[in-house]
């Protein structure tokens, strides 16, 4: 069976990245609340990209759907214009980006997240809560 790549994995050019490599990361540690990181002078829209805004079908009417995350059924949406950056976020600026607006992913509000649902073993799923694994 051949290997397919993962859909929703980032990818990166070696040595693309500043990486902290601890022996023993603190993952308890809360690092929102301490002194800010380096930023530049650029404005925050000078590296974007600016997507027009306007309404698209958005889901499917398949049969197979997970409802919960917005999969189907299919239904217009009008989305005002924005910008998305053109390369994937640092650490360091989305860190910048959860101390000014107090963001929160769900896998902090959760405990966890379904990304790795995959790589879960039968012994650490009990250990999950509020979820709904299938089985």
């Known amino acids: ?6 859909c929703c994995g980032p990818s990166r050019t070696e040595g693309s990245a500043d990486v902290r ?14 002194n800010p990181i380096s930023t530049d002078n650029s404005t925050e829209t000078d590296h974007m990209v600016r997507l027009e805004g306007g309404t698209f079908s958005m889901g ?3 049969n197979i759907v997970f409802p919960a995350d917005g999969e189907g059924p299919s239904c217009d949406v009008t989305l005002d214009s924005f910008y998305v950056d053109r390369f994937a976020v640092t650490n360091a600026e989305f860190l910048k980006f959860v101390r000014a607006t107090g963001y929160t ?3 902090e509000q ?3 997240s379904f990304v790795f ?8 799923e009990g250990h999950v809560l509020d979820s709904a694994l299938s089985s």
């Open 105 to 107: 992913t769900e896998a």
């Open 110 to 112: 959760f405990g966890w």
């Open 117 to 124: 649902e995959d790589f879960l073993t039968p012994e650490s």
């Open 1 to 6: 069976m051949d290997q397919q790549p993962s």
């Open 60 to 62: 499917t009417d398949g």
């Open 21 to 34: 490599t601890d022996s023993n990361p603190d993952t308890n540690h809360d690092y929102r609340n301490e």
